[in-house]
């Protein structure tokens, strides 16, 4: 039985978000836009890959999601613990080191050769399966990975990533929808609350960033974007 410290959600979205200023994975730029694959205009982004470079960061990471886990869902629910290419096959292997658990990672399209193998690993018919992610924006992309753990016979209802962006209103029900739960350390409005206690960038960007928080479709359209 794998013991964990518990701790409330709020302490651990406050942890991470101090974590992911600290080792800068956050950046942000009001006069120079970051553009999405989606093509809008952005005044945040953010880096969770560059977590896997900080060993002691990565272990605290873990040890909330485990605690994180144990309150919402339960530890022995899960059977394996999956990634998805890329960025979540890094932190599927820590997680499930930590939780001495198998896994596996879903690859985004068959490899071509071979076995031409969707999922890599061992996977139980009828088995619980977390998928892991670095991050999500509105949710979607996670069903590719979702059906491929669902058609090799899996049970695939429940997501966790390190950050989540929390600022399309449909992300959840989409999830919902697919019979997916979304479990997440942090998101965009605890980064921009650690924003506004720490000091750590000018108020008019800080100003920005809320203002792209409460309308990024609005946000996006007024600084350039060509299709929101």
């Not at 990634?83 to 997680?95: N, Q």
């Not at 979607?140 to 950050?163: E, P, Q, T, W, Y």
Request: charged letters at 20%; aromatic letters at 10%.
């Amino acid at each position: 039985m794998i013991t964990y410290n518990h701790m409330p959600k709020e302490v651990i979205a406050q942890l991470t978000a101090k974590i992911l200023l600290d080792v800068e994975a956050v950046h942000l730029n009001a006069k120079e836009p970051f553009v999405l694959t989606s093509g809008a205009r952005s005044p945040v982004y953010i880096d969770c890959r560059k977590l896997i470079s900080f060993p002691r960061i990565r272990a605290a990471l873990m040890s909330y999601s485990v605690s994180l886990l144990a309150e919402s869902v339960g530890l022995e629910y899960f059977a394996s613990i999956a990634g998805g290419e890329t960025a979540g096959i890094p932190f599927a292997a820590f997680l499930s080191e930590r939780l001495a658990l198998p896994m596996q990672y879903v690859r985004k399209k068959p490899k071509g050769f071979g076995k031409n193998a969707l999922i890599e690993g061992h996977i139980e018919a009828g088995s619980n399966v977390l998928l892991m992610e670095d991050l999500a924006t509105d949710g979607g992309s996670k069903f590719m990975f979702a059906d491929a753990l669902r058609s090799a016979g899996a049970n695939c209802d429940h997501i966790l990533v390190i950050f989540y962006y929390d600022i399309f209103s449909s992300a959840q029900k989409k999830l919902a929808d697919h019979g997916l739960h979304l479990h997440y350390l942090a998101t965009w409005w605890d980064i921009l609350a650690e924003l506004k206690e720490s000091g750590r960038f000018e108020e008019k960007i800080i100003e920005s960033v809320e203002v792209f928080l409460n309308d990024p479709v609005g946000w996006s359209v007024a600084n350039g974007a060509t299709d929101s």
